[in-house]
T-cell receptor, first 114, second 115 residues
Framework: AQSVTQLDSQVPVFEEAPVELRCNYSSSVSVYLFWYVQYPNQGLQLLLKYLSGSTLVKGINGFEAEFNKSQTSFHLRKPSVHISDTAEYFCAVTHNTNAGKSTFGDGTTLTVKP | EAGVAQSPRYKIIEKRQSVAFWCNPISGHATLYWYQQILGQGPKLLIQFQNNGVVDDSQLPKDRFSAERLKGVDSTLKIQPAKLEDSAVYLC?????????????FGSGTRLTVV
């Protein structure tokens, strides 16, 4: 079985500051890792994904994430946030032989203050 | 391309009533998922279809929930009878493949309130 833990339920930051949203996962086999963003009253939108290869992946809106196999982590980062980045962020893991089913964390609410 | 369409956007019903949600995935996406998202939690898988067949419904409360995808395109999720704890957002997602490496495209969801 696979599971995802998002270590911070809420992260407040000031505009133009850097941010890191933390995600740890557990799985006994290889996984694919994803970050999604959910704006109010909308569905989830794929930000980025790690499948294999380079451990640093870049996504939309200036976000990037780094896969760390030894620490089973996949933290999301952005060097300078904007007010428009205020949203909920979900980390998800898919067992690569599990017919594509993703397990999601409980989300981190990022609030960017002026 | 058109996104994943869901309807209705909002629904309020009394407990013990029935309700149905509809989803039309992205054209060509073979895999369709229904997730339940309770306030403050991440989405939880209810059922996964590949074309018109069920791949996984192990988390679907089958005594009250049912889902179908008869022609391998759009899908309907039904709850009958509804309970207060069914209040949640019901998200439909589709994916191009079945191996999990594409990620999902989600619809905007249906927010269900059971009173």
């Amino acid at each position: 079985a696979q599971s995802v833990t998002q270590l911070d339920s809420q992260v407040p930051v000031f505009e133009e500051a850097p941010v890191e949203l933390r995600c740890n996962y557990s799985s006994s086999v290889s996984v694919y890792l994803f970050w999604y963003v959910q704006y109010p009253n909308q569905g989830l939108q794929l930000l980025l994904k790690y499948l294999s290869g380079s451990t640093l992946v870049k996504g939309i809106n200036g976000f990037e994430a780094e896969f760390n196999k030894s620490q089973t982590s996949f933290h999301l980062r952005k060097p300078s946030v904007h007010i428009s980045d205020t949203a909920e962020y979900f980390c998800a893991v898919t067992h690569n032989t599990n017919a594509g089913k993703s397990t999601f964390g409980d989300g981190t609410t990022l609030t960017v203050k002026p | 391309e058109a996104g994943v369409a869901q309807s209705p956007r909002y629904k309020i019903i009394e407990k013990r009533q029935s309700v149905a949600f509809w989803c039309n995935p992205i054209s060509g996406h073979a895999t369709l998922y229904w997730y339940q998202q309770i306030l403050g939690q991440g989405p939880k898988l209810l059922i996964q279809f590949q074309n018109n067949g069920v791949v996984d419904d192990s988390q679907l409360p089958k005594d009250r929930f049912s889902a179908e995808r008869l022609k391998g395109v759009d899908s309907t999720l039904k709850i009958q009878p509804a309970k207060l704890e069914d209040s949640a957002v019901y998200l439909c997602a589709s994916s191009l493949g079945v191996a999990g490496n594409y990620g999902y495209t989600f619809g905007s969801g249906t927010r269900l309130t059971v009173v």
